[in-house]
């Protein structure tokens, strides 16, 4: 079984994506603002499960609100990226926040999701994202 595994820049994030071989995981460069500013490479694929273990994740929703992009609380990195739909959660990784290797010498191909509605984009992410899992770690009060 193909299995990566990537963390966040202080360790409190693990990742991991399993089930399907890394050069066979697309690279994406989506061009939006978001995106370009952290310089995000994004992977996923349908018959691949993402997990994230650990940390605290600062969560910020933007553009229509329906997916949480994550930031390791202690460091700052960009992880990922998760969304719920009909009841399942699916999932994005940022191969440069979480350092995956596997994919040297490989050139992105940008992708441009502007003009989609929320229901184009939901059947994308359904069709595209990974099945995933969230376990995040509560702050002790
Ligand atoms: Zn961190």
Redesign the pocket.
């Known amino acids: 079984m193909s299995r990566l595994h990537g963390?966040?820049?202080?360790?409190?994030?693990r990742v991991a994506i399993e089930g399907v071989a890394a050069a066979d995981l697309p690279l994406r460069a989506c061009q939006c603002g978001f995106c370009r500013r952290h310089g995000a490479i994004s992977t996923s694929h349908p018959d691949a499960q993402i997990t994230f273990i650990g940390?605290r994740l600062h969560h910020y929703r933007f553009g229509h609100r329906k997916s949480d992009y994550m930031f390791?609380?202690?460091?700052?990195?960009y992880?990922g990226a998760t969304v719920i739909i009909d009841g399942e959660r699916y999932a994005i990784l940022n191969v440069t926040g979480v350092d995956l290797q596997g994919f040297d010498g490989r050139t992105p191909e940008p992708h441009v999701f502007d003009d989609e509605t929320p229901e184009e984009r939901a059947q994308r992410r359904k069709a595209r994202w990974s099945p995933a899992e969230l376990t995040e770690l509560q702050p002790s009060v």
């Open positions: 963390q966040c820049h202080c360790g409190a994030v940390g390791c609380a202690e460091c700052g990195c992880v």
